[in-house]
């Protein structure tokens, strides 16, 4: 079973594009046609694999049953991640957003709605 919430990582930039109502993308976003989304599991990874030595980071938690055209596809080490296709990320379907920040272990924080 596929979890009911996914995480986007954002730039500064990026989510001051995302609360004026939507988001359509990073660059890497554009080029590959869809969103890249990410598991509570998957976040940390793709954190430290793909944002390394970036600061200013913010992470959104979706909503998927309230988002068109999310697809699970098969990506890094054959593991299935949440793609969001046809369309930008609605600031509507964030349950929940923050800066980013490590636990003790050093995982992600997921977000706390308030």
Do not use: C
Not at 3 to 29: C, H, R, W
Not at 54 to 64: E, F, G, K, P
Not at 68 to 81: K, M, Q, T, Y
Request: hydrophobic share 40%.
């Amino acid at each position: 079973m596929t979890p009911n919430l996914a995480y986007k990582v954002l730039t500064d930039d990026q989510m001051k594009e995302l609360e004026t109502g939507s988001f359509n993308g990073a660059p890497i976003d554009v080029v590959d046609g869809y969103i890249h989304l990410s598991t509570a599991d998957q976040l940390t990874e793709t954190v430290d694999k793909h944002f390394a030595g970036q600061t200013d980071l913010w992470v959104a938690a979706v909503d998927l049953a309230a988002q068109d055209d999310v697809r699970w596809e098969e990506s890094r080490g054959g593991a299935l991640f949440p793609h969001l296709y046809g369309g930008p990320l609605l600031l509507e379907t964030v349950i929940a957003y923050g800066p980013l920040e490590r636990e003790r272990d050093g995982r992600v924080a997921l977000p706390v709605a308030g």
